[in-house]
């Protein structure tokens, strides 16, 4: 990927790696502590807290500084118009639900995307202090070292993740697919952050991830992560997924084949 440089000099990556970090100390400082906890969308389990909030606001201003004419897709903020063709994608918090119910499996994830093509994704998981960071065509790194996708050949020998989302209907889906692969596959985790378990992929913790109704802030980074350690993220039709695809499965190629046989379009 060509360097993309901010105004005070340093890279996209640099600046976004800032910017997580400083959003991981927000998360961190009020981590089981006392929130503020509101409903929005549909379904009750749809909520944000203020830290939430608190997280996006410092990201949203880290990024804007350093390149005032990117435009801005947040989670919890919406879209924020840039002159750029460039945007960040933000999740200050993906895996809201577990952070509120004191479960150490969260991140925050910044993505920077041209049209459908991610040029930067980066997931910090600040429980564990562990930065996945991949730029197009340079390779996936925990940090800072390497990593790829699994190399299981079946799902037989293979932990799956999933989650099952907000939507009664889609989330009742998901369940028969889960019931549909169990006795078919080693095991299945509901892990409660689709970004997190999608950078799990990319290093080959997880050896495929499924979902069928995620956004952007979900995906983005995780595409340019799982590509760039080998691995492939498709729909649900084995078609290449970009930041706006609502269903994907992560994974090697030969798990992913095998996956897509199996469910089909369950």
């Keep these: 990927m060509k360097e993309i440089v901010s105004r005070s000099g340093r890279s996209a990556r640099e600046v976004a790696l800032q910017a997580v970090g400083e959003a991981g100390e927000v998360l961190m400082r009020h981590f089981q502590g006392r929130l503020k906890v509101t409903q929005k969308g549909t379904g009750r389990r749809n909520i944000v807290t203020d830290v939430d909030i608190l997280s996006e606001k410092n990201i949203i201003g880290v990024l804007r500084k350093e390149f005032p004419d990117f435009g801005v897709l947040s989670e919890e903020a919406g879209n924020l118009a840039g002159s750029s063709a460039l945007t960040w994608i933000i999740d200050p918090l993906d895996g809201t639900n577990n952070y509120v119910f004191g479960i150490p499996f969260f991140c925050i994830t910044i993505s920077l995307v041209r049209g459908r093509d991610v040029l930067l994704g980066v997931v910090y998981e600040p429980v564990r ?24 050949a079946s799902l037989q020998d293979s932990i799956l993740g999933y989650d099952i989302g ?16 169990w006795p078919q596959v080693y095991g299945l985790r509901a892990m409660g952050s689709a970004a997190l378990s999608i950078a799990y992929v990319g290093c080959g913790r997880l050896d495929l991830y499924f979902h069928r109704f995620l956004y952007p802030w979900d995906i983005a980074a995780g595409l340019a992560f799982v590509s760039e350690a080998g691995g492939r993220v498709t729909d649900w039709k084995g078609r290449t997924a970009g930041p706006r695809n609502r269903q994907i499965i992560a994974s090697n190629e030969a798990l992913r084949t095998e996956f897509l046989g199996r469910v089909g379009q369950k």
């Design 129 to 152: 202090g562990e930065f996945f960071v991949a730029e197009k065509g340079g390779g996936a790194y925990l940090n800072g070292k390497p990593v790829s996708v699994s190399g299981k």
């Design 166 to 181: 907000y939507n009664p209907q889609r989330g009742r889906e998901m369940l028969d697919v889960v019931c549909h692969l």
